[in-house]
């Protein structure tokens, strides 16, 4: 039974860093592209509205950019939560 436990915490312990690595991953492109051309954040059309807000913030540019790799992120990060609750 420790042993079913050991294993547990080390799955949990994987997952707790696989999802942390790529978490800081996103981040990092995300402020590499902050940096160039916002045509390629991958912005939905109803983004552009902002585009003058967004150029200047990138906290509120972060929410906008890459929206299918952030979208992927929010579900690996519910994962995550489920994983290690």
């Given at each position: 039974?420790a042993?079913?436990?050991?294993?547990?915490?080390?799955e949990?312990?994987?997952?707790?860093?696989t999802?942390l690595?790529?978490d800081q991953l996103?981040i990092?492109?995300?402020?590499?592209?902050?940096?160039?051309?916002?045509?390629r954040?991958?912005?939905?059309?109803?983004?552009?509205?902002q585009r003058?807000e967004?150029l200047?913030?990138?906290?509120?540019?972060?929410?906008?950019?890459?929206p299918?790799?952030?979208e992927?992120?929010?579900?690996?990060?519910?994962?995550?939560i489920?994983?290690?609750?």
């Amino acid at each position: 039974m420790a042993s079913s436990f050991k294993e547990i915490f080390e799955e949990r312990k994987h997952h707790t860093n696989t999802f942390l690595k790529s978490d800081q991953l996103l981040i990092k492109k995300k402020e590499k592209l902050f940096k160039q051309d916002i045509s390629r954040w991958e912005l939905k059309p109803e983004s552009y509205a902002q585009r003058s807000e967004l150029l200047q913030d990138f906290n509120l540019a972060q929410k906008y950019m890459l929206p299918k790799e952030t979208e992927e992120m929010k579900k690996l990060r519910n994962n995550h939560i489920l994983m290690t609750n």
